[in-house]
């Protein structure tokens, strides 16, 4: 596995970490530049596109089965209260009504900690599920709801971080509202040391908000019992994933789960565990005998099914007069909320950049408020906005082109393991963004500028992992008419998953697109593919597939050579066909060889390939962003956006696009106007509908250009691809805080960006 | 492949064939009988039993798609005529219709021949295809139908064989009558040679009836498009079948149809092809862009869904004075209806017994009625019950009891091709099935007794293939629970598929049974399996099945030796845990290797393996039947059946005995009241119901003894197991007709028996 280094005739003059070209692992040779594949690389409609704007496509709320109930949840209206009692008779004699579970009915089943339990008589949040009812239909099931009479204890409560942390704050649970109980730390080198040699010391605080994930579609469930065996259509990222988990909750075997999503619209890490909610809708089905459909709406969605932690972040970091970084310093807290979930979010400050000497502490709040949970680039998002603009300040105090220092401090090994990257193309991301945006013309001094519209340019750098890994599979189907089937156990979040299947079948098999189906998205007869998170599923399962159609293709050159009666190296396979190589005229098709093999089908099943041992697979990118201020009404507007990745190989130019667009356009909207609110007096969330909760629209959106400099990491995988879910927003909010400075001349330190802020940071 | 004669004290010489303990393959040794397994052979209840008994369990009828239309088809009234002109107009307007397919619609679409289509302007039987509506509602859809308007021009018709084959009947084609304008010719030996070394020659001539399939579950589509992909619940015995069928029909690759069969109530062979009716949907569904349900109504069924055909056959039989057969001759026809199909059934004469010198002829005759399709043991049931019972003719003339007469000609060969039988026990099930009914103290003079109640024994044996074959594959996944889930594209028709095949799965892997789940029945994701049809779906899917479990058996040592550290030799499998075999305290369980594995699931795919070459896979068996015949009223009731058979290794005691109980039930329908009547003046068919087409019920059915004398037939294919839906009914019938003669002296040689023709035939 040795890597070849391509000189390059760039502006920066190291090296670029290439591997293209190389054999990756023992079993394939790497596929050549995109511009030399027929399907790969091009910018494809989805297959699935028509199902979709046809409103063919089912998704789980389209799901309906023959006498299908519908349950509702009725949530805690108290951040922190204890259960006295629960009166169900009047909701239970609302006609229609089919049944009602409470913490007052038996078994108990843990939940988070394994204390605490699927209906628990300690409510913590608002929103907490107290009671469900299933009913005829959706309308009676919510009616019934407001007729369960409940008396709560309320109890003090918290739901502030930083109040949380205060020793005399009401506790979430009775040992603290320390997750854990102490921070996580994490340190290299001797910070002390790394701050005495430091020349320029620059130290700030930073903050940023509550978001939520506001998938399209809300999290939703069918669930149905025949004779032990639970069917669930469930809107989710992790069909095995939430199989597991429920059958443990319910403690049936796996294979009696069957977990099944064809189409969903987002979940942005929202629906990467099983809900409570599924759990729930499966124990009233088999109580009333009945199919239960189950939808948590927005507002419940809003209130308990996750958000981004917030974070208060106080940065501190040293460098020498020419710019090498010295110390790096994080300490930071934040909300997980009621139950667990992590907060942390320091490792682009770890891992970003050279640097000998990092400290960082950082701590999990518990408040009573909904749990966070993973949400597109957990931690990297809020981390990334403090750490590359404290960097911007560094750069400025130093009196370096931020862009300048940041290549100063460049690293060709990952800092917090000293292993060497698959890849690392991030100097020609930067060298490409900047470019396109004009960086160097860009006004030098900060604020300046004639008249109340001020513009400015600004840039953050993103790390990420996203190299996915085994275990990954994937089956072929080759039929006797040439046309195949592709089988995988992931699930496509409305990323394009269904589209780069069939991609690399056709790619490899060089047959067209419209001769593969692909199925995906049921435990029952899906070979394994892992959760949709992390950006793993292209790397993950791409290769799979890879593997699957080459082993198609040696099989179909194997029956060829018996067919033709000559030896496999005399054949040449090419868009379908095998020929003899010394007679063309001598050939057969492939699915002529099925035939003549006297097979209906053949089959294959691929795998992911172990990663490359002794390495650390990244992303890394950076945007460069053109913001326009107007200081007499604080508004922010984001012209252009510039986003100069390395994420490997690119599978379908087209959905890659999509997913960048769709990355930079939630970052835009994180950077400027969402925020969860919450009334300190009550615990309750003030803006829990798309109406209050404000969210960036086709109105916000500003010019885009996406940059890819990789041509694919052929060391991690057999497809070279990394993922791009997760590199698309990391660096946007940071980019466009440093923009912004450089537009008006003053940092706003915390998120959103609003123009109050802008205005009272302004004239204050 | 050698074989191992096993030495048997029975009470007929000649030793049996039985090859249980060897090795049937390269691959696997061979299972132990079945006392020595631990589920298979067990009577097990079906694992989907709850769901049926529940109503869960979804057939296709049970299919709802959101905003599904329901389709209804137009049958013609003449038996013969050209179609004028269709008029739709006045159906079109009836509120709720939403389209009319006729003839009248391009393109056309070839069926039969290639020279027939989908809708043809040329009918040829009642209840041919003449338009087909869809509607918001299955009875608009059915008002629809008689506001069509047609205008036909009647033509000359023929509904009877023996009239079709005169010169001067009308033509069904206007090429003739006869199929292929030939009959079907077979010899061996010389037949006149044959007849003159014969010492007694025995001659008659028997008929069979036209007898429907009439499955519990009618023919039904759900069909609905997505994006150009076809998607199809069936009613089918054969979902590859089907799709690809219906690829070809539409021109579409095969891998854009998917058929799904979950549950359905039977087939018998009516079900074994694809109907028009499921393109008719697809091509209504395509036009409205609507799903269509669409379902064959018994009434159409009984018209043109297909019917075993009737039978005409001139048999003669030669021997020497000591029973051995020197000549056998067939002659027959049938009608196959309007469309190609087989009538043939001098299979049993060819086979059944050791005669050197053998000729046949037989014709299949197209008349004006509804086309025959396969039924349970095509051609063998009517073809056994004219052999059988001109062999115990021969036996009488001869002066030898039945059952020694056909000892006396008892083959270790297959005397069509010469080549020895994997197996053959057929001695022991005579030996076992004459010592349940009492064999040899039956009164040998037949129509002795008093009174009016006549009670007699009689016999008949029964061959057919059911061997099974390649290609047939199954996967199988091993969750990190140690639960497991098995896929395969074949389709349980209600006999019991889902079971066997989570028996195999469980016998070798060693787990309980309820650990394991089993998906049919699905083309897009299952690998591929054949049809369902000629008995050979246990023999060719429960071997793949093996081989699954047995390569994951050994993917599991092989983890264990890593994970344990241990050489493979030295583990030993037992009940899901590996121990090592030198100290049973290191252990380690199948699910826990999986985890150690770092696998969340375990995969493989397994195959059916090559038949032996050079053998001949057949099943062989004998009933015995005790009946009683009121000489006053003709009524025959049969009181007893004995069924031995050699059908291989037996997988679910249960479920083989349901199997037995319906095919002798079927046969006995068969036997004594099953017949369609034509008209021969309109060619209606008179009893297109079930309440004039009289099937047997409960109340005729006599106590059953299922006898199986094989422990596995291990040359054929790891599991030793060979095929009993067939096997089941081909002897009843005949064996009734003996016992009736037994009883009362007279020969009944026209199905079925009746009351009137046993009054007419004592009394004449």
Chains 1, 2 share one sequence.
Not at 29 to 43: F, M, S, T, Y
Not at 137 to 166: C, H, N, Q, S, W
Not at 735 to 748: E, F, K, L, P, S
Request: include cysteine.
């Amino acid at each position: 596995m040795s890597r070849k280094i391509v000189k390059s005739k760039h502006f920066f003059e190291e090296d670029f970490i290439e591997a293209i070209g190389e054999v990756s692992t023992e079993k394939y040779k790497a596929w050549e530049p995109n511009d030399k594949l027929k399907v790969i690389g091009k910018p494809v409609s989805r297959i699935d596109g028509y199902d979709k704007v046809s409103g063919s496509a089912v998704y789980t709320f389209d799901v309906n089965l023959p006498h299908m109930a519908h349950a509702r949840i009725l949530g805690s209206p108290y951040p922190n209260a204890k259960i006295k009692k629960i009166n169900t008779k009047k909701a239970k004699e609302l006609p229609g009504v089919l049944a009602i579970i409470t913490s007052n009915d038996e078994p108990k089943i843990p939940w988070y900690y394994n204390t605490t339990f699927l209906f628990d008589s300690h409510v913590r949040c608002v929103g907490d599920e107290v009671a469900c009812v299933a009913a005829d239909t959706d309308r009676i099931a919510e009616d019934a709801l407001r007729l369960i009479e409940v008396e709560y204890e309320e109890l003090p409560f918290v739901v502030d971080a930083g109040d949380a942390m205060k020793p005399d704050s009401p506790k979430v649970y009775e040992w603290g509202n320390i997750l854990n109980g102490k921070p996580g730390i994490y340190s290299r080198g001797n910070i002390d040391d790394g701050f005495k040699e430091a020349e320029v010391i620059v130290e700030d605080t930073f903050s940023t908000q509550v978001a939520i994930h506001n998938p399209t579609e809300v999290h939703c469930s069918v669930v149905n019992w025949d004779d032990g065996k639970l069917k669930i259509w469930d809107s989710t990222q992790a069909i095995f994933g939430v199989r597991d988990q429920i059958a443990g909750s319910l403690k049936i075997p796996e294979s009696d789960v069957r977990v099944i999503k064809k189409y969903m619209g987002g979940g942005f890490g929202s629906k990467l565990e099983a809900g409570k909610y599924s759990v729930i809708a499966a124990l009233l089905a088999k109580k009333i005998g009945r199919p239960v459909k189950i939808t948590v709406d927005r507002k419940q969605m809003n209130l308990i099914m996750g958000n981004r932690p917030d974070s208060y972040q106080k940065l501190k970091a040293g460098a020498k007069k020419d710019g090498t970084l010295t110390a790096l310093q994080h300490y930071s807290y934040g909300a997980v909320g009621a139950y667990p979930a992590g907060a942390g979010c320091s490792w682009p400050l770890r891992a970003l950049y050279k640097c000998p000497n990092v400290s960082t502490e950082e701590y999990d709040i518990l408040i009573n408020a909904g749990r966070a949970r993973a949400f597109r680039a957990p931690g990297h998002v809020q981390g990334t906005f403090a750490f590359e603009s404290l960097i911007d300040e560094l750069a400025e105090k130093v009196g370096m082109d931020p862009l300048d220092f940041r290549l100063k401090n460049y690293t060709k090994v990952d800092p917090v393991s000293n292993e060497p990257y698959t890849s690392k193309l991030l100097k020609e991301a930067y060298q490409k963004g900047a470019e396109a945006i004009g960086w160097y013309n860009r006004r030098k001094a900060a604020g300046v500028g004639k008249g109340n519209l001020k513009t400015g340019i600004g840039m953050a750098t993103q790390i990420w992992w996203g190299g996915g890994g085994p275990p990954a599979y994937a089956t072929l189907k080759l039929n006797r008419d040439g046309s195949v089937q592709v089988i995988a156990g992931t699930q496509d979040l409305g990323t394009g998953t269904y589209t780069f299947i069939a991609m690399v079948a056709a790619e490899v098999l060089e047959i067209p697109l419209n001769k593969i189906q692909v199925s995906l998205g049921d435990t029952a007869v899906d070979p394994y593919c892992p959760s949709s998170g992390g950006s793993t599923t292209a790397p993950s399962v791409s290769p799979a597939v890879r593997d699957a159609a080459e082993q198609m293709k040696a099989k179909l050159i194997n029956g060829a050579s018996a067919i033709l009666e000559l030896p496999e190296e005399q054949l040449k396979y090419q868009n379908g066909i095998i020929y003899n190589s010394k007679d063309e005229t001598q050939k057969i098709e492939i699915s002529n060889v099925v035939q003549k093999m006297h097979e209906r089908v053949l089959i294959t099943t691929g795998a992911r390939n172990e990663n490359p041992k002794g390495y650390q697979a990244n992303t890394f990118g950076a945007q460069f962003v053109e913001v326009e201020v107007d200081i007499e009404t604080g508004k922010v507007r984001v012209l252009k956006v510039i986003a100069a990745h390395d994420i490997g190989r690119v599978l379908n130019q087209k959905t890659l696009e999509n997913q960048f667009h769709g990355g930079i356009i939630q970052g835009l909207g994180y950077a400027l106007m969402e925020e969860r609110l919450i009334d300190k007096n009550t615990g309750k969330v003030l803006n829990i509908n798309m109406h209050d909760y404000k969210m960036a629209t086709i109105k916000d959106t500003p010019e885009i250009q996406v940059i890819i400099v990789s041509k694919g990491d052929s060391l991690l995988n057999y497809t070279g691809v990394k993922g791009i879910g997760e590199p698309a927003i990391i660096p946007t909010a940071a980019a466009i805080a440093n923009a912004v400075y450089n537009a008006i001349g003053v940092r706003i330190k915390s998120l959103p960006i609003t123009p109050d802020k802008i205005l009272s940071t302004l004239y204050s």
